[in-house]
């Protein structure tokens, strides 16, 4: 510890002024960033510290606290605290040669006006320290919700139809909706194709090696990646799948908050919009 009037003399400032400055009373201000501080620790934390400025300051708004984003990102960054970021993905499709594809029905435009119109599938591979597990999901592009999913030690077209099954089993949707993934082997097998007729469900392709071709599902991956699988030893897919579990329905569905729907988590946001859908 270095005495006072040494620092006070390297930092150009006064003792006396330095001694009066610890005697004065905290602002209002500086009280209410304290409180403010402490509540932004707590909401960080319960997203293991995944949430950066824009989801802790809607996570606030949510409980009636009115702030300004700047200030919370200012608080945190006073703080330590700070959100995790996202980084691209590597990809694990594989062709089959002499496949005729599905027909691309998106087009890139990933906009539904209701569930169960557009779902997005992929798949991507969990390392774990013993091997790794593959995780196929799909997704409803209103919700971003994961309506299906499916983890296996291996890429069998088993893999695909599990997350399919789930997801209709799930959603039981009244309509045709459309399937849209890639032109990976499992999605353009005999197999999967008979399971969509079966279900009612219209298939539909990307191009080849186009990652905007799939942009919602490989943003999925990429916030699943950054959020989990990079934060994580996960000893052997026993250890992913519990993990994964854990993500996808006691964080990701239920509370994780999505910029592209007002900040709100999947089911939040169909709950939300429910009502308005019955009175169309």
């Given at each position: ?15 006396s002024?330095?001694?009066?400055w ?8 500086e ?22 400025a ?11 606290v ?11 960054r ?7 970021s ?17 027909p691309d029905?998106v ?11 557009l779902?997005?599938a992929?798949?991507t ?13 799909v997704?409803?592009?209103?919700s971003?919700r994961v ?8 890429l ?11 997801a209709?089993?799930?959603r ?7 399937h ?7 999605y353009t ?5 008979t399971?969509?007729?079966?279900f ?40 992913a799948?519990?993990e ?7 964080w ?7 910029s ?11 709950r ?9």
């Open positions: 510890m270095y005495p006072i009037a040494m620092m006070c003399r390297l930092l150009e400032v006064s003792t002024g330095w001694y009066e610890r005697r004065r009373p905290s602002s209002r201000r009280i209410d960033d304290g409180i403010l501080t402490a509540r932004i620790t707590e909401i960080h934390a319960a997203s293991d510290g995944t949430y950066g824009p989801r802790i300051h809607a996570e606030l708004r949510d409980e009636g009115a702030v300004a984003r700047k200030r919370v990102a200012r608080l945190m006073v703080a330590g605290l700070s959100g995790v996202r980084r691209r993905r590597p990809k694990t499709t594989v062709r089959s040669e002499g496949v005729r594809p599905a029905l087009d890139r435009d990933f906009r539904a006006e209701a569930p169960d119109e779902w997005v992929d798949i591979y969990v390392p774990t320290a013993m091997g790794f597990l593959y995780l196929a999901i997704l409803d592009a209103f971003r309506v299906g999913w499916a983890m296996e030690t291996h069998a077209t088993a893999l695909v139809l599990q997350a399919l099954d789930m209709v089993t799930r039981r949707p009244k309509g045709r909706p459309i849209h993934s890639d032109q990976g082997s499992q097998s005999i197999d999967f194709g399971r969509c007729r079966k009612g469900v219209r298939p539909s392709m990307g191009s080849v090696g186009d990652c905007y071709d799939n942009a919602m599902a490989e943003s999925f991956f990429a916030t699943l990646e950054c959020e989990l699988i990079d934060r994580r030893r996960l000893e052997n897919p026993d250890h799948r519990r994964l579990f854990q993500f996808i329905e006691g990701y569905n239920p509370r994780r908050r999505h592209s729907i007002g900040y709100m988590s999947p089911i939040n946001y169909e939300s919009t429910a009502p308005r859908r019955t009175n169309l």
